[in-house]
């Protein structure tokens, strides 16, 4: 089976994140944030749908912040060189 991939892109302050639903099964969709440096944040929960996966991320951007999931921290390597 073909994943089937949705994105939303966001930008905030000049701070980029990409909300990406990834379908895995029958109303089985994962759910990632990823960050101008590569990093991305995946959740464990799986949602019903990829409008459903998109909305708890925007969700979690608004409640916790565009700063938390901006940073490199502790992969500050990635930056370098």
């Known amino acids: 089976m ?3 991939e949705r994105r939303r892109s966001i930008d905030i302050g000049g701070e980029k994140l990409e ?3 990834t379908e895995l ?3 089985e969709w994962m ?3 990823e960050n101008s440096h590569g ?3 995946i959740w464990f929960e799986l949602f019903p749908s990829a409008h459903d996966a998109i909305r708890a991320g925007l969700e ?3 409640t916790e912040g565009i700063k938390t999931f901006a940073s490199n921290e502790g992969y500050e390597y990635l930056s370098e060189g």
Request: hydrophobic fraction near 55%; avoid cysteine; charge should be negative.
């Open 2 to 4: 073909l994943e089937t």
């Open 19 to 21: 909300i990406i639903a």
């Open 25 to 27: 099964g029958d109303k």
């Open 31 to 33: 759910l990632a944030v």
């Open 39 to 41: 990093i991305k944040s």
């Open 60 to 62: 979690a951007i608004e």
